[in-house]
């Protein structure tokens, strides 16, 4: 990996602002809803209307804690809100509250593998903020910008890494695994076309060896995950090149435009901003007692590893099915559903694993969403393990359910498919075939037991693929061999 | 109905319970003069008629047994216009608010109309607050009505006016760092700054929210009680107010015990009036008469107060007032030119000289490589007064001291002198940096007429003395 770089090391930091996903906004009552009519979700708080006060939402700071003790971070017993200080036309009050130098949380790591070796990224704080609002510039070049103060006061948690990170990959990696803990701790949805996750990237380099940093510049604009692999890629070289060429890095801020696949600067660092942080008068310190954290801790869920390891423990299914199972919490939560009420869980992975995650996919729903129940998929199952119906039948059932949403049951009973187990039933076609077919049987009984498998087709093919393959086998055996 | 200009706001509530009085007719009588005699005095910017008679008419519309759960009943009360009231403009004394109407009450605007209060209108002040003479409105400024060549004080100069002119018997101003008592000294009244915490802030305009704190006026003490029980305690709409002890204040008024009362020696430092000076000690002759024990004391940090009181309050007025920019409401100026253009034309009209001064000074006290020396220097000096304040209210009961180095000056005397103007809250800006309540009582008069207010400063949500002394003084004459 080093390799790639020609002598030089990244160095990345990110910053990642996830929204929080409470009913009501961080400083008054006000819905947190996107998409609804501009301006239709505020009030005089979060409108910044002369003499409104902001009264801190007590679920935003819980939400905090969650991710911050989820990570094995501290959550401060005091911590301090702060106006930084900005002009902006979707930021009502000319300031954002957010939080200085007494976060609510600190430390704690966010570690993941990839290629096989385990990483750890180190955190500094996470804190939290009111996002700002809309602006909305026509694409038709008029000269007005629409504003739209909806968002203006949805809590926000700003989770901000050391310079932990190697490699755009590194970064990648260390993203999907933020969005699932975020996810997981159903703090966050993670979507990021909603801007309910974003992400700003520091980035410098320095030659391999080198205990000191580079001079970094930050890079914004990044609307998803691919886009920081290939804006940090692109920011990578382009410091490469211009060291090796014999200039050097400014300090800047960059955005990368996603159209031209470069870098565009914004901000020079003497043009950049004095926030003039100060303690926000207008809320008290927020209290963290230590009942609370541990309230809190109590509640925390298991996580997605903790979870694979468990189930490849409890259920004994293969790694590789249990971190694709606990990719995300509510396909967990589904593959437990089935399992409570069904026993193989590698034949619940392997379904799940691949019909059902493809139907779901088809739909373009969540799976928690999906119409065709946990307690369905298991009754399928069962009747697959039990041999009242076939594997190729099993598809075709779960195919009708996923049209009608019926349950098994019912599709095998309306459908006639239910397997045929019947001795006096599967002989009397067997002897059929034996007859319609000697010079096969003849082959067979010369020792050219290849021909096996054709007689098997044919019965199959004859039921619609509903006999019971093991008795076929049996059946066909006993009449070809005596 | 010849004397209203001298009715209590108790007598009114009390005959209006009665029956004896209409509101309707009161309400009347208060916007008459409001209009004739307020308007020479230039102490109000919107006059609320159509919702004050509104009030009235729903309050005679009452059976005795309603009115009997009113203690404002039928009293009409003047608000200073930064502090949210609908359906009238609100303008907090400034261009840059043009056209803006609030569209939610203040939480004290509530209260008051549910004790039975009537809102007769929106007083001048300085704008946002921002100075000591009523000069700096841009509505022009007030006259004091003892001698209308002076200044009412300021900033809460128009609601000061209006109760001293006999306009209304009550009236809210707001203190950030004297803004209530110095107007209140200056024209003859009582001013009330509660402790931090006590009022509600919630629909107050901010100046420095860590100070800010509307306050009464009033011109006896019972009705400077009656107003802060209807209007006191813990809103949840206010993270800073605080719930505390409400008691029952105007059940007693009588002081039962001997106090032992401070005068600081800081509070009688170079500027000190001689008449002032002699108010002071004839107060402590009283006192002193009346059976309380006066110490001499020191508070060191008296000095700083100044200093300290400007880095804190400019600093959040330079982020409390960036909200107006053009953008949502009030003024907006070069609509047609570029966003920067927009923003610094519309501030540099709007907003006048005093006010630009303390956004600068307190951008400045807030910028990198300043902050630590100023902003942070100024929080540490302040805790520090706290803690003066507090091991001093554990030897003493009450603080004396002038509310004011001197009696009203002229008009246009101190206009020039930001510093000097600054200079007249140095005896009110320590209380209000500790957050400890104060109350200013027109205790004595110059030998030319003029008023003169006394001091008193009581621990945290040590009211109830203040009261008790209030009443005392002023009512054994
Ligand atoms: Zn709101």
Redesign the pocket.
């Known amino acids: 990996m080093v390799a790639e770089y020609d002598g030089f090391e990244p160095v990345i930091g990110l910053e990642v602002h996830a929204q929080l996903q409470t009913n009501s906004?961080i400083f008054?009552?006000?819905r947190v809803q996107y998409g609804a009519e501009p301006n239709s979700l505020?009030?005089p708080?979060?409108?910044g209307l002369p003499g409104a006060l902001p009264v801190l939402n007590k679920k935003a700071v819980e939400y905090a804690m969650r991710m911050i003790l989820a990570i094995g971070g501290s959550v401060r017993n005091e911590s301090v809100f702060a106006r930084k200080n900005y002009f902006y036309p979707d930021l009502p009050k000319g300031y954002q509250i957010s939080q200085f130098d007494k976060p609510v949380g600190e430390g704690g790591a966010i570690e993941f593998t990839l290629d096989d070796h385990r990483k750890s990224v180190g955190l500094i704080r996470i804190h939290l903020e009111e996002d700002a609002g809309k602006s909305l510039h026509p694409e038709s070049g008029e000269p007005y910008t629409q504003v739209d103060l909806n968002r203006c006061?949805t809590p926000l948690i700003e989770i901000v890494s050391h310079p932990d990170i190697r490699s755009p990959r590194e970064a990648y990696a260390y993203l999907v695994k933020l969005k699932q803990t975020l996810q997981y701790l159903d703090v966050c949805t993670g979507d990021m076309e909603k801007g309910h996750l974003r992400c700003d990237a520091n980035v410098s380099v320095r030659p391999i060896g080198s205990e000191t940093f580079g001079t970094r510049t930050e890079l914004k604009n990044l609307n998803s995950f691919k886009h920081v692999e290939k804006a940090l890629e692109y920011e990578i070289n382009r410091q490469i090149n211009l060291i090796k060429s014999g200039g050097a890095v400014e300090q800047t801020t960059l955005l990368w435009n996603e159209k031209s696949q470069t870098a565009e600067m914004m901000r020079s660092k003497e043009e950049s901003h004095d926030y003039r942080y100060f303690p926000e008068p207008d809320l008290v310190t927020l209290q963290v007692d230590n009942d609370w954290i541990a309230r809190v801790r109590a509640d925390l869920p298991e996580l997605a590893e903790a979870r694979a390891t468990r189930f490849v423990s409890q259920y004994g299914i293969r790694e590789y099915d249990a971190a694709v199972l606990t990719d995300t919490r509510s396909l967990a939560d589904y593959f437990e559903s089935v399992m409570s009420e069904f026993d193989d869980g590698q034949a619940a992975a392997n379904w799940i694993g691949t019909e059902l995650l493809a139907a779901v996919k088809d739909a373009g729903v969540e799976i928690g969403d999906y119409h065709v129940k946990p307690n369905h998929i298991a009754d399928l199952l069962k009747r697959v393990k039990s041999g009242q119906i076939s594997g190729k039948i099993a598809k075709d059932v779960f195919a009708e359910m996923v049209v009608s949403g019926d349950a098994p049951a019912s599709i095998i009973k309306k459908k006639g498919l239910e397997q045929i187990s019947d001795n006096s039933v599967l002989e009397p076609i067997i002897e059929r075939l034996l007859d319609a077919n000697p010079d096969n049987v003849a082959k067979y009984r010369s020792g050219k037991t290849n021909v096996f498998g054709f007689f098997v087709g044919q019965v199959m093919k004859e039921t619609r693929g509903q006999a019971n393959p093991t008795m076929v086998n049996e059946l066909l055996k006993k009449k070809l061999d005596g | 109905m010849s004397d209203y200009r001298t009715l209590s706001a108790a007598e009114i509530a009390d005959r209006t319970r009665k029956g004896e009085i209409s509101a309707v007719e009161i309400t009347g009588r208060a916007l008459a003069l409001a209009s004739t005699v307020g308007s020479e005095l230039n102490a109000f910017i919107t006059l609320c008629e159509g919702k004050a008679l509104k009030q009235a008419e729903a309050i005679d519309a009452m059976s005795p047994e309603q009115k009997s759960r009113l203690p404002l009943a039928g009293v009409p009360v003047a608000l200073k216009d930064n502090i949210s009231y609908t359906d009238y403009p609100m303008t907090c004394g400034s261009h840059i608010l043009d056209g803006y109407i609030p569209p939610y009450d203040a939480t004290v605007v509530t209260r008051l109309i549910a004790s039975g209060a009537v809102i007769i209108g929106k007083t001048n002040m300085d704008e946002f607050a921002m100075g000591s003479s009523n000069e700096n409105s841009y509505f022009g400024p007030v006259k004091n009505p003892v001698d209308p060549e002076r200044a009412p004080g300021g900033s809460s100069g128009g609601s000061a006016a209006a109760v001293a002119a006999g306009i209304v018997p009550l009236a809210f101003g707001s203190e950030t760092g004297g803004s209530v008592r110095q107007p209140a000294a200056f024209c003859g009244v009582l001013g009330l700054k509660p402790t931090y915490g006590a009022l509600s802030r919630y629909g107050l305009t901010a100046f420095a929210s860590s100070t800010d704190q509307i306050s009464p006026f009033a011109r006896t003490a019972e009705d400077l009680v009656l107003i802060y029980q209807a209007t006191a305690g813990r809103d949840e709409r206010d993270s800073t107010s605080v719930a505390f002890d409400h008691p029952n204040y105007t059940a007693d008024l009588a002081l039962s015990r001997s106090l032992t009362i401070g005068l600081p020696k800081e509070y009688r430092g170079e500027g000190l009036d001689p008449e002032v000076a002699a108010a002071l000690d004839h107060t402590r002759k009283r006192l002193e008469e009346l059976g309380h024990r006066c110490v001499d004391i020191s508070l060191p940090l008296t000095d700083k107060a100044i200093p300290t009181y400007y880095v804190i309050a400019s600093a959040e007025a330079s982020a409390n007032l960036a909200r107006f920019d053009g953008v949502r409401y009030g003024l907006r100026e070069s609509r047609d030119r570029s966003l920067e253009e927009m923003y610094s034309d519309t501030r540099a009209s709007g907003f006048g000289p005093e006010v630009k001064r303390r956004i600068m000074l307190g951008t400045y006290a807030l910028s990198a490589g300043y902050y630590d020396a100023y902003y942070i220097k100024a929080a540490q000096v302040r805790e520090l007064m706290r803690r003066e304040f507090e091991e001093s209210f554990k030897h003493i009961d009450l603080i004396l001291s002038p509310t004011a180095p001197t009696p009203a000056f002229r008009l246009g005397e101190k206009v020039s002198d930001p510093l000097a103007m600054y200079l007249s809250d140095v005896y009110t800006a320590p209380a209000s940096l500790a957050g400890v309540p104060a109350i200013s009582l027109p205790l004595a008069r110059s030998t030319s007429g003029l008023p003169i207010g006394i001091q008193f400063i009581a621990k945290h949500f040590d009211e109830r003395t203040l009261f008790r002394i209030a009443a005392t003084l002023l009512n054994n004459k």
Do not use: F, N, S
């Open positions: 906004k008054c009552g006000c505020t009030c708080v979060c409108l006061g």
